[in-house]
Nanobody, 123 residues
Framework: DVQLQASGGGLVQAGGSPRLSCAASGFTLDDYAIGWFRQAPGKEREEVSCISSSDGKTSYADSVKGRFTISSDNAKNTVYLQMNSLKPEDTAVYYC????????????????WGQGTLVTVSS
């Protein structure tokens, strides 16, 4: 079974730098792109970042560019989202999902969603 488990959320002060983890099982990171998404209360889910281990491509939403960094550890089959300079507007449930390999280039779609991890940023 393809499974994803996000972790690392919690209550963080503005300006903090937590790291989220997305542990994958049932597949290797070369099989799919992995995307991080978030959904704030009352808002639609939005894509935050994407990584494709097979070609090293990454992408970021404009709202997090320069503050968040996505990376992968193939040996641990885990994708990370390092979040720096957090703002209250980053408060959301963060999800990871597999996606088609070309998703980071703007094609395809995400699927196989993991359960999310809540990040709450206090001002």
């Amino acid at each position: 079974d393809v499974q994803l488990q996000a972790s690392g959320g919690g209550l963080v002060q503005a300006g903090g730098s937590p790291r989220l983890s997305c542990a994958a099982s049932g597949f290797t990171l070369d099989d799919y792109a992995i995307g991080w998404f978030r959904q704030a209360p009352g808002k639609e889910r939005e894509e935050v970042s994407c990584i494709s281990s097979s070609d090293g491509k990454t992408s970021y939403a404009d709202s997090v560019k320069g503050r968040f960094t996505i990376s992968s550890d193939n040996a641990k089959n885990t994708v990370y989202l390092q979040m720096n300079s957090l703002k209250p507007e980053d408060t959301a449930v963060y999800y990871c999902a597999t996606a088609t390999k070309n998703y980071c280039s703007g094609y395809g779609y995400p699927y196989n969603w993991g359960q999310g991890t809540l990040v709450t940023v206090s001002s």
